[in-house]
Structure formats: C-alpha cells, structure tokens
C-alpha cells in the first residue's frame, strides 16, 4: 500500500510564514466561492468566514441572488454578486468566468441544488477553469456525471455517500482497505481525494495522508463547508493541492475538537470558524 503519513500540527508551520512588513491586499490571495441557492443560503458564507479566518486576503462569493444577499448582510469582510434567478444555470457562465479573473483559487458545490441545469453549469465551467479548485458537495454530483473533465488541479472533499456517486465505489470503516479504496480512486481520476470520515483520509493516487482531528459532534451540518472554505483559503494563497487538502483537514478537525471541548451537543458550524485562530496559533 506504501507509506502512509498521519498530519500533525507541525503542519502548520509549514505553509504559514511571517508577513513581510512590506506586504499588501493580494499577497495572500482572492478567493472565489461559488455556491448556495434559494433553499440553501448558509454554505459559501461559511466557507467564506472559514477562509477569511485562515488567512487569505480577500473573498469573493458569486451566488443566486437570494443568498448572495444574505452573504452580505452577514459580515462586511464578504464581497458578493447576486446572479438573477433562484440557482446556477448556464446564463450565468458569462458571470462565473468575468468573476473568476484575478482570483488565486475557487471553491464550488457548497448548497447549489442538485437539479440538472445546476450540475450541466458547474461541469462547463471546471471544464474551463484552470485555478486550483475545491470541489464539494452538490458540485461532487456534478463531476460525477462527466467523465471527460480534467481535475487535475482540483481537491474533492467528499463524504461517503459523495464517495460512492463519484466513484461507484462504498468505503468501507476497515481503514487499510478505506485508504486502498482513496488511493484507486484518486490514481484513476487523476486528482485529490480527501474523503471525510472518523479518519480523513488524503491522497493524490500516490501518496496518502491522514488526519485524525475532529470529533463525532462534527456531524452537525456545515463542518463540511468550513472545510472547503479552509482548502480554498490555502490554495488561494499558493499552497500545493495534496498539502492543502491535509493541512485543511488537520485545521478544520481541530477547530472542531477545541469547539466541542465545551460545546459538545451544542457544537455548530460557526464554533468552528472562531476556533480556526486557536488552532493557528499552535
């Protein structure tokens, strides 16, 4: 199975370095969220917090207009676009690549809805995208019905279920044969795999890393969206895709794990966002 590497903290000394004196805006990079709908508001505003807390520069959410406008009510560090209408659809491409210009990393998927005209749009614009991109939730479905679409600078964080779409393949919990499964998989589609589990498991078809922060009162809805926002914030700032996705995962389920020191049941997303500084501090 060859070497598999357990992340640990010292991981963050590794893509965090100290600000020049002399640094200004867009050093530390601009990323680009495109998600949400009209069901689902919450997902790129807390992908957006989690990075902003992760030290990029700026963040850009593109999303119907319904959540975009509440992304902007909900913190004055968001910029957003509202896109006319209730979801993704082609008529927003035009947007989608204006909005993608001068960005540094772009994360997609987090609430789009899983109806057609979303999932046709996400793969058109993958397809045309060349930044490093974090590929989550409702966009997992996406790429999972187009074979002939390049992820080589993509991260894809999907949970089991996801796993199983993209794939045809159901993890098992016997972790030799869960990271086995990862490795295949992301070798065959020759990109990243941080599949989410009680042990995240990374890998780029070669090498494998895991990551045992975190905590079942993870499970609350929206843990997964900070995760991306965190990758995102990473790549955006100019770390590899295989490092950021380990190094996400580490900071994400650390986050989580100093939250539900007292939170427990009571652990929500936004827990995770004001614990993300306690994690980078060591």
Known sequence: MGRVVEIRKGILKKIYKKHKPWSHKYDFGHLLII?????????PVLAAMAALRTGVDLVTIIAPERAANIAASFSPDLVTYPLKGDYLSRHHLRDLFKFTKGKTAVVIGGGL???????????????RVNLPCVVDADAIHAIAKSKKINLKNCVITPHEHEFFVMSGARPTTQLDKRIAEVKKVAGEMKTIILLKGNVDI??????????????????????????????????????NCYTAAYAAAYI???????????????????????????????
């Open 35 to 43: 998600g949400g709908s009209k069901l689902y508001s919450g997902s």
């Open 113 to 127: 809805w899983r109806i057609q005209p979303v999932l046709d749009t996400v793969v058109e614009y993958i397809k």
């Open 202 to 239: 990374i890998s780029d078809g070669h090498n494998v890393a895991i990551n045992r922060t975190g905590n079942p009162y993870m499970t609350v809805g929206g843990t997964g969206d900070t995760l991306a926002g965190i990758c995102g914030s990473l790549l955006a700032q100019g770390v």
């Open 252 to 282: 994400n389920g650390r986050a989580g794990d100093i939250a539900a020191k007292h939170l427990r049941q009571s652990l929500v997303a936004t827990d995770l966002i004001g614990a993300i500084p306690k994690v980078l501090k060591g």
